[in-house]
């Protein structure tokens, strides 16, 4: 009779401490300031920012400013590398004054073959520069050319260093499905509107919105 009465207290403790870990375990989850209608949210990236492959008003940050009813700044140049980036993001943080940066750039580092400790540096500088402007970032992991698609591993890696939130694997599902993309690299109307969909999804899970 003790030794039952013993087991169930036993296993008492042990729900009570799985609980106090899953506890603890949420409270450490990523999460963004929640945005005003006022805050300002800037896309900064490349093509699939800017939208290459469908009209303008198709692109991801303009699907996303109607979902939100928020400002979303398109600031994607096609072409654009991480160099591209670092060269300009200072200059686009003041003219623009963000409250949430979306952060999606790597994709043309990869085609020029750029290394993946050069990327990772270049994105690391990137964050910083945005952080120090007083915004949060929201990092969108980007695939590496392949036969079969996957997130190149440093975004993983760089968005764990930063402790910010990380949007994987929804584009590169997505430039994996022929009926969501343009060409071999960029999506078309349908896949910017489902890109869309899945960033204002993550914001609300994290918090912003």
């Known amino acids: 009779m003790m030794l039952y009465i013993f087991a169930r207290a036993l296993g008492k403790q042990l729900i009570l401490t799985t609980l106090l870990l899953a506890l603890v375990s949420c409270s450490n989850d990523k999460t963004l ?72 750039l790597g994709g043309n580092d990869f085609l020029r073959k750029k290394s993946s400790q050069s990327i990772a540096a270049n994105l690391t500088a990137l964050i910083s520069e945005i952080q120090s402007s007083g915004a949060e970032v929201v990092l969108i992991a980007v695939p590496k050319p392949a036969i079969f698609l996957s997130d190149a591993d440093l975004y993983e890696e760089v968005a764990r260093q930063h402790n910010i939130p990380l949007l994987s694997h929804e584009l590169t599902d997505l430039l994996s499905e022929d009926d969501f993309k343009s060409d071999a690299i960029h999506l078309n109307a349908a896949g910017y509107e489902k890109l869309a969909e899945q960033v204002h999804q993550f914001l609300i899970e994290q918090g912003a919105l």
Do not use: H, K, W
Request: proline fraction near 6%.
């Open 33 to 104: 300031s929640p945005l005003s209608q006022s805050d300002i949210i800037l896309a900064f990236g490349d093509s699939l920012t800017y939208g290459t492959g469908a009209a303008r008003e198709n692109s991801y940050p303009a699907v996303l400013a109607n979902l939100t009813n928020l400002t979303v700044i398109n600031s994607g140049i096609p072409g654009d590398t991480t160099d591209d980036g670092l060269n300009r993001i200072a200059s686009v943080l003041e003219q623009e004054q963000p409250r949430l940066v979306l952060l999606c």
